[in-house]
């Protein structure tokens, strides 16, 4: 059965820096693409970043420049370093893996970790 689980969440100040991890168990990742999504009250779901299993990165405008995603393939894991976060970065964020060709919605999804951001 695969599973994603997020950690790394946590209540940091402007400015301040966390850094999220996402293990996969139950498969082998290395040729999915790898991705980070958030969804803050009341607001829907949307995409902050992702990385090809080529190594490829896209960021959203909102966090590139401060967030960086990087994968470890023997840990089957995600990371995503957050500085310089903002009141506006506070969100529940999930990490998603897909198979290449596919839409997110079709892959593999955590739970979840928040993310709060104080002013």
């Known amino acids: 059965q695969v599973q994603l689980v997020e950690s790394g969440g946590g209540l940091v100040q402007a400015g301040g820096s966390l850094r999220l991890s996402c293990a996969a168990s139950g498969g082998t990742f290395n040729t999915y693409h790898r991705g980070w999504f958030r969804r803050a009250p009341g607001s829907e779901r949307e995409f902050v970043a992702a990385i090809t299993w080529g190594g490829g990165k896209t960021y959203a405008d909102s966090v590139n420049g401060r967030f960086t995603i990087s994968r470890d393939n023997g840990k089957n894991s995600v990371y995503l370093q957050m500085n310089s976060l903002k009141p506006e970065d506070t969100a529940v964020y999930y990490c998603?893996?897909?198979?290449?060709?596919?839409?997110?919605?079709?892959?593999?999804w955590g739970q979840g970790t928040q993310v709060t951001v104080s002013s």
């Open positions: 998603a893996a897909v198979m290449v060709g596919s839409d997110w919605n079709s892959g593999y």
